[in-house]
């Protein structure tokens, strides 16, 4: 195996954790007709979404999982055709 292989394998399982832990860290949405209302006024009234723990966790989680995908699929391309 080569040496580009294990460091992509080594990316790919960090991301793995990453988005494993960046999922769990997110506190619960509220569903439904109510969760919305709720949630517009608490977004109004509240504290800035953009500074909050939870905005950040979302960036977290949406790098992860391109990160996932790209090296998914760089593993299956190499896979197939260097080993």
Same mark, same amino acid.
């Given at each position: 195996?080569?040496?580009?292989?294990?460091?992509?394998?080594?990316?790919?399982?960090?991301?793995? !954790?990453? !988005?494993?832990?960046?999922? !769990?860290?997110?506190?619960?949405?509220?569903? %439904?007709?109510? %969760?919305?209302? %709720?949630?517009?006024?608490?977004?109004?009234?509240?504290?800035?979404? %953009?500074?909050?723990?939870?905005?950040?966790?979302?960036?977290?989680?949406?790098?992860?999982?391109?990160?996932?995908?790209?090296?998914?699929?760089? !593993?299956?391309?190499?896979?197939?055709?260097?080993?």
């Amino acid at each position: 195996m080569t040496v580009f292989y294990w460091i992509l394998m080594s990316l790919f399982i960090l991301s793995c !954790l990453v !988005l494993i832990v960046s999922i !769990l860290m997110q506190s619960a949405k509220t569903a %439904g007709l109510s %969760g919305s209302i %709720g949630g517009g006024a608490q977004q109004l009234f509240g504290k800035q979404k %953009g500074r909050s723990l939870d905005s950040l966790f979302n960036k977290i989680t949406k790098i992860a999982a391109i990160v996932f995908i790209i090296t998914a699929v760089a !593993l299956l391309l190499v896979q197939k055709y260097i080993v």
